[in-house]
C-alpha cells in the first residue's frame, strides 16, 4: 500500500508540473516568450504561497480552491491554445488524481512524510 500510495503522490506532483507547462502553453500562444516565462513564475508563485502543503497563506478553504482555481486555468489555456485534447485530458487526470491522493491512507501517508523524524 506505501508503494500504492508514493505512486499517486507522484503523480500529483506530475500534475503540478503539467499545470506549470500549461501556464508557459498558453503564455506563448497569448503574447509570445515573454508571457511563456511570466505565467509558470506566477503559476508557481501563486502554488507556493496558497497551494503548497507549507505554504504560509493556505487554509482549509484557500488550499483546495487555490489546487482548482490553478488546475482549471491550465486547462482552459490549453484550451484556448487550441490543444482541446490534451486541455480535456489534463482536466480529468488532475480531477482523478486529486481525488484518488484524497484517501485516507494517502493523506495519512503524506502527513506521516511531513512530520519530522524524533530521535
Known amino acids: 500500500m506505501v508503494i500504492l500510495g508514493w505512486s499517486v503522490l507522484a503523480l500529483v506532483f ?13 503564455g506563448q500562444h497569448a503574447a509570445g516568450w515573454w508571457l511563456a516565462v ?3 513564475v506566477v503559476t508557481m508563485l ?6 503548497s502543503p507549507k505554504a504560509e497563506h493556505s487554509g482549509p478553504v484557500v488550499r483546495p480552491g487555490t489546487k ?3 488546475f482549471t486555468l491550465a486547462a482552459l489555456g490549453l484550451w484556448v491554445a487550441g490543444h482541446h485534447g ?14 484518488v491522493a484524497q ?3 494517502i493523506r495519512a ?10 530521535r
Not at 501563486?46 to 497551494?51: E, G, P, R, S, T
Open 14 to 26: 506530475v500534475d503540478e508540473v503539467l499545470a506549470v507547462v500549461a501556464a508557459g502553453v498558453w
Open 38 to 40: 511570466l505565467a509558470p
Open 46 to 51: 501563486v502554488w507556493f504561497l496558497f497551494a
Open 68 to 70: 482548482v482555481l490553478v
Open 86 to 99: 490534451p486541455a480535456v485530458a489534463f482536466l480529468a487526470f488532475s480531477v482523478v488524481v486529486n481525488a
Open 103 to 105: 484517501a485516507p491512507s
Open 109 to 118: 501517508l503524506m502527513a506521516a512524510a511531513e512530520t519530522p523524524l524524533s
